[in-house]
């Protein structure tokens, strides 16, 4: 569908789409279930660096995570430990090509916009020195997306978003989308310049300040806590976070602490 992008919004623009079913979004599967690449980026908000301490980027930085970690917008996830965090991020779908694209059109290559989670094992990702990124972020269900994907004239201003996450009610995170560091103009044009981006992949743009691993004490998902991520024009997730359990059977011991790293842009 989304290699077929434009096809598909001139048939729809032709079409009158009403009379459709109501659903129940517990019945939607994540609206991009097949992408080519799936970027995230780290450090796109000043506060979180704050929080993190380290210096903001002066680049993008640019990490990974696996199209075996997609999920739908509710339903449960495995946890993978004691130090499961949360990153509640706007999430861009490509819809055309795009190779060498300057920031100010960067949007024509833009399908849609969803809600993400960028769930992240901290133990995991400060093991060592330098951090984990790809893997930490990667367990299965650990990047939910939905609950469906908004075209950006949905929406009032694409580039100033409200969004938020809370865990069993209580507000954890909340910003807008004009605090990043690189604005999605500029995140894409700059991916492009290195990489072409295709039709259907996902780009995660950062997460806003609130983490647990940069509050005081540090803290994390339990068995049993709701998740709700939410984004200004969007919708919402809602995901109940399940306790891992080992090949022999076992609830695995809470972790004493987590490995600090102090490699530039070690968290996000």
């Given amino acids: 569908m989304y290699a077929r992008w434009d096809e598909l919004t001139d048939w729809a623009a032709a079409h009158d789409l009403r009379g459709g079913r109501p659903y129940r979004t517990e019945e939607l599967l994540t609206p991009v279930p097949r992408p080519h690449q799936i970027f995230a980026i780290g450090l796109n908000y000043r506060a979180h660096a704050d929080e993190a301490?380290?210096?903001?980027?002066?680049?993008?930085?640019?990490?990974?995570?696996?199209?075996?970690?997609?999920?739908?917008?509710?339903?449960?996830?495995a946890l993978t430990g004691t130090s499961v965090d949360w990153e509640v991020e706007l999430v861009v779908v490509i819809g055309r090509t795009a190779r060498r694209v300057p920031a100010e059109r960067a949007?024509?290559?833009?399908?849609?916009?969803?809600?993400?989670?960028?769930?992240?094992d901290r133990e995991r990702?400060?093991?060592?020195?330098?951090?984990?990124?790809?893997?930490?972020?990667?367990?299965?269900?650990f990047s939910p997306v939905g609950p469906y994907v908004v075209t950006t004239d949905g929406v009032r201003?694409?580039?100033d978003l409200a969004l938020e996450c809370s865990v069993n009610g209580e507000v954890m995170q909340r910003d807008r989308t004009s605090s990043m560091l690189f604005g999605v103009g500029e995140l894409i044009s700059r991916l492009s310049r290195v990489l072409p981006l295709l039709p259907g992949d996902l780009l995660f743009t950062g997460t806003p300040a609130g983490v647990g691993l940069g509050r005081t004490p540090r803290r994390f998902l339990h068995s049993g806590d709701r998740l709700v991520s939410r984004i200004e024009g969007i919708g919402e997730m809602a995901h109940v976070m399940t306790d891992v359990v080992t090949p022999d059977g076992a609830v695995p011991e809470p972790t004493v602490g987590i490995g600090t790293s102090h490699a530039p842009g070690g968290r996000s």
Avoid: C, R
């Fill in 53 to 77: 301490e380290v210096q903001p980027p002066n680049e993008p930085m640019v990490f990974t995570k696996y199209a075996s970690s997609l999920t739908g917008p509710t339903g449960s996830v």
């Fill in 125 to 141: 990702q400060f093991t060592d020195s330098p951090p984990q990124f790809s893997l930490a972020k990667s367990a299965p269900g």
């Fill in 107 to 120: 949007w024509e290559y833009v399908a849609g916009l969803t809600v993400g989670q960028d769930l992240s």
């Fill in 157 to 159: 201003d694409p580039d």
